[in-house]
C-alpha cells in the first residue's frame, strides 16, 4: 500500500509556472507507474501525464504536452509536475495517483492523494 501527498498549489497568473509535488509513503514507490490527473470546477476528472515505474516511458495529455513534465525520484519517493506556460484552463485540483503497470485511465489507479487546488488567472 502507499500513501501519498500532494503539495505545490496556488494561485498564479496566466504563462507562470508551478511544480507540483508528491510525497509517497511505503518501500515499493519505484514498483509503481504514477500519474498526475485533474478536476477542473464543474468537469470531469481528467488524464494529465504518466510516468512508469523506472521513469523510462512518459504519456502526456494533447492540452499540456510541451509544456507540462512530469518526473519520479524513486530514491526520495516523489513525483513532480512541473508546469510551465499555465493557463486560465489549467484551473483544477490536481491529483497524484498510483497504479499497478503504466495506466491512462483514472478508474485504473489504485490509490490517490487529497489533492490540491491550482488556479490561474487570466
Known amino acids: 500500500q502507499v500513501q501519498l501527498v500532494e503539495s505545490g498549489g496556488g494561485l498564479v497568473q496566466a504563462g507562470a509556472s508551478l511544480r507540483l509535488s508528491c510525497a509517497a509513503s511505503g518501500r515499493t514507490f519505484s514498483s509503481y507507474a504514477m500519474g498526475w490527473f485533474r478536476q477542473p470546477p464543474g468537469k470531469e476528472r481528467e488524464f494529465v501525464a504518466a510516468?512508469?515505474?523506472?521513469?523510462?516511458?512518459?504519456k502526456y495529455a494533447d492540452s499540456v504536452k510541451g509544456r507540462f513534465t512530469i518526473a519520479r525520484d524513486n530514491a526520495k519517493n516523489q513525483v513532480s509536475l512541473q508546469m510551465n506556460n499555465l493557463k486560465p484552463e489549467d484551473t483544477a485540483v490536481y491529483y497524484c495517483a498510483a497504479s499497478y503497470g503504466l495506466k491512462y485511465r483514472g478508474d485504473e489507479y489504485s490509490y490517490w492523494g487529497q489533492g490540491t487546488q491550482v488556479t490561474v488567472s487570466s
Open positions: 510516468l512508469s515505474s523506472s521513469g523510462a516511458i512518459r
